[in-house]
């Protein structure tokens, strides 16, 4: 039986693919910090271990049970707006950790690096955003994915460690968060329709955006290293078709059975407009996207009715630069 290691397993992606792996028939050892995650999401077959992958001592203590064929590390702080005013903490959580992870990988043989990135690696005005383009993050967010990639490309030519990435966009569905106010739009919009607040929209609302739902991506994540085609390869994975940040209320707002009502905030500094091809997903793994937006939002819409919503998980250390940010985000920083 094949042995894996899920980081991040306590989050949202990290626990559907927790999920998958064990469905594949792997045994599953899961870890998380708990700082933006919830232990029930963890399946209840995977061995839990609770600890901070940005501490060295701790990931080494986590070959001490026995050696990995797998890693797959999706564990990350994905406010990508955020990151440009949490430079440093983004970078010790986001890359560092990757660091950490891939250095014990290569001393103990792990035979595949399975690596969840993000489509913020390619940067502006590169859409339908394929894998052959050259990217140009343009946040910290981004920058930090990217320099893992490159990372994980250097430990291969000089170590032989096998890798599969994958950039995955504007992930969805249960298990969400929807209480955490700096990233999950979708959450974002959810949490303010229970509270019969308005939707927040930066801007103008026409940005674009695909949204995947997750059962679109863990499945594929998972069975990255049981596919000889994903050996080392950097794989877009999500929903095929854009809608405006407008249109995701709209739908929202239907999945709940209420009206739509905005609030126009400040726009911010973002990409405006972020979509990606999928036709390497299509050719390695032979499926497609299947979940389109409307039946994705209401699933995640049902869930979060039957299960209620969860405490609000803060921030879990200091803005750092606290410049530029958007009105609404200082606010919430200073209260």
């Not at 969840?116 to 894998?131: D, F, H, K």
């Not at 994540?221 to 994903?230: G, I, K, R, T």
């Not at 709940?256 to 990409?271: D, K, M, N, P, Y």
């Not at 803060?314 to 606290?322: A, L, T």
Request: charged content about 20%.
């Amino acid at each position: 039986m094949a042995r894996a290691l899920v980081t991040g397993a306590a989050g949202f992606i990290g626990s559907h693919v927790a999920d998958e792996c064990l469905r594949l028939g792997m045994e599953v050892v899961a870890t998380d910090d708990l700082s933006g995650g919830f232990q029930e999401n963890v399946p209840a077959q995977a061995t839990w271990v609770e600890g901070d992958i940005r501490d060295a001592g701790f990931v080494e203590s986590l070959w001490e049970g026995g050696d990995f064929d797998y890693v797959y590390h999706v564990a990350a702080y994905a406010a990508e707006g955020l990151s440009h005013f949490i430079r440093a903490y983004n970078y010790r959580t986001n890359l560092e950790s990757t660091v950490l992870l891939v250095n014990q990988s290569v001393l103990h043989g792990v035979k595949r690096f399975v690596f969840t990135s993000s489509i913020a690696v390619y940067g502006a005005e590169q859409t339908p955003m394929s894998e052959d383009m050259t990217p140009r993050p343009e946040d910290p967010y981004g920058i930090s994915k990217y320099a893992a990639e490159l990372d994980l490309g250097a430990a291969h030519d000089i170590f032989g460690l096998e890798y599969t990435i994958f950039r995955p966009h504007n992930v969805y569905g249960e298990r969400q968060n929807i209480s955490d106010p700096y990233r999950n739009v979708i959450g974002i919009f959810m949490s303010r329709v229970l509270k019969g607040e308005p939707m927040p929209v930066f801007g103008d609302g026409l940005q674009t955006r695909a949204f995947s739902h997750i059962d679109d991506v863990a499945p594929l994540v998972a069975q990255a290293p049981l596919v000889d085609a994903a050996r080392n390869e950097v794989i877009n994975v999500g929903a095929d078709e854009p809608y405006t940040i407008l249109q995701l209320a709209e739908a929202v707002a239907q999945a709940f059975g209420v009206s739509c009502e905005i609030e126009h905030l400040t726009a911010r500094q973002e990409v405006v407009h972020a979509f990606s091809t999928h036709e390497k997903a299509r050719r390695i793994f032979g499926v497609s996207p299947s979940i389109g937006l409307q039946e994705g939002i209401e699933r995640m819409a049902a869930w979060v009715k039957a299960n209620g919503v969860r405490p609000p998980v803060p921030f879990p250390g200091q803005i750092e630069v606290p410049q530029n940010m958007p009105p609404s985000w200082a606010a919430m920083t200073q209260s």
